[in-house]
Nanobody
Framework: VQLQASGGGLVQAGDSLRLSCAASGRTFSTYNMGWFRQAPGKERELVAA????????YYADSVKGRFTISRDNAKSTVYLQMNSLKPEDTAVYYC?????????????????????WGQGTQVTVSS
């Protein structure tokens, strides 16, 4: 599946942004999906994940209560609504399909990324 993230930008602390990730291919609706971010000098981290049916979601503690992941399988798109943005949210955001496997709760229920990352979208939050 090919993925294209969009919707990033430069905002002030406290503002909101909505990221979109459009997928090509007919199998989007069968994949769990995740949003990741990578800040300069840091490793890429999972921010939020959603199961293929949309019935279950996961959030990193750092974004819980501020970010919401959702998906529209008819449009082959996954979204990340980001509210109350903070300077520490500054990063390049990527989406990825996930493949469940053995390991932690998140790995078992949602999975780990596979396939190409595609182009991310830059989010910059000024204080």
């Amino acid at each position: 599946v090919q993925l294209q993230a969009s919707g990033g930008g430069l905002v002030q602390a406290g503002d909101s942004l909505r990221l979109s990730c459009a997928a090509s291919g007919r199998t989007f609706s069968t994949y769990n999906m995740g949003w990741f971010r990578q800040a300069p000098g840091k490793e890429r981290e999972l921010v939020a994940a959603i199961r293929w049916s949309g019935d279950s979601t996961y959030y990193a503690d750092s974004v819980k209560g501020r970010f919401t992941i959702s998906r529209d399988n008819a449009k082959s798109t996954v979204y990340l609504q980001m509210n109350s943005l903070k300077p520490e949210d500054t990063a390049v955001y990527y989406c990825s399909a996930l493949r469940p496997g053995p390991g932690s709760y998140v790995t078992t229920k949602y999975g780990t990324p596979f396939g190409s990352w595609g182009q991310g979208t830059q989010v910059t939050v000024s204080s």
